[in-house]
């Protein structure tokens, strides 16, 4: 007898596999999940666009298959009308995206092999808006975000992020967060970047008082902020929105 057989006979893994795949899935909570896929979908729409060779072949042909619908976006029509066409068609390429993703026995949506950090940093770059009071075009969205989402799309496939590929991109985000923290800085000085400075200074000041301040649960639920497992658990029903 095979002394590895001592214990019964080996299970074929595969047995395991629709859980393994399970616990993928619930690594982050449904709201987490949700945003994460978006930002993977806007990520995968702008690649087709630019670098569609990362893609997986079997994602490009069902995609094309799928959108390669030009009325959609009549040239005879006015800008407003063009721009709403295609920001229609591109609400309909996130919904096939997020539902090919949600597919577990689909295969990955890109090769990751060909992802290289210039390529995600050029995307986060494209994602620049211009803002209507300045005429300057501004980051208006969180780097830190659009990186976990990365993170969350190598982990959904078993896949673990190079070690190199993590520094690269902590390293350009915090130039990124620079850039923006001039663009934003105040007359005196001061810097506000978005949620990010707001939440933190908006939670110091509604727990500062010294007789009636919101309890610490309320401002954390406010902010969306974790607060570990038991207190995630048993302590989620308290308004934060009652209080502030």
């Known amino acids: 007898m095979n002394v590895f057989n001592l214990f019964g006979e080996p299970t074929d893994l595969n047995d395991y596999q629709a859980e393994v795949e399970n616990i993928r899935a619930h690594t982050v909570g449904p709201g987490t999940r949700y945003q994460y896929i978006q930002k993977i979908c806007n990520f995968l729409i702008w690649l087709l666009q630019h670098q569609h060779e990362t893609v997986s072949e079997s994602l490009r042909e069902v995609f094309l298959e799928e959108f390669n619908r030009p009325e959609d976006i009549p040239q005879n029509a006015t800008v407003g009308q063009r721009e709403e066409a295609r920001k229609k068609l591109r609400d309909e390429m996130v919904v096939f995206l997020r539902e090919w993703i949600n597919v577990s026995t689909n295969p990955a949506p ?112 406010r902010a969306g902020w974790a607060m570990g497992g038991v207190q995630d658990r048993y302590l989620q029903y308290l308004s934060g929105d009652v209080s502030m």
């Open 110 to 221: 890109v090769i990751f092999e060909q992802l290289s950090i210039n390529l995600f940093h050029a995307y986060f770059v494209s994602l620049k808006v211009e803002n209507p009071e300045t005429g300057e075009m501004e980051y208006n969205t969180s780097p830190s975000s659009h990186r976990s989402a990365l993170r969350y799309m190598f982990t959904m496939h078993g896949k673990t992020m190079p070690p190199l590929f993590v520094e690269q991109i902590s390293n350009g985000f915090s130039g990124i967060k620079r850039l923006t923290a001039q663009q934003v800085a105040d007359e005196n000085g001061s810097i506000d970047i978005e949620t990010h400075s707001a939440r933190k200074g908006a939670s110091t000041f509604c727990s500062s008082g010294s007789t009636s301040c919101p309890s610490g649960v309320a401002v954390h639920l």
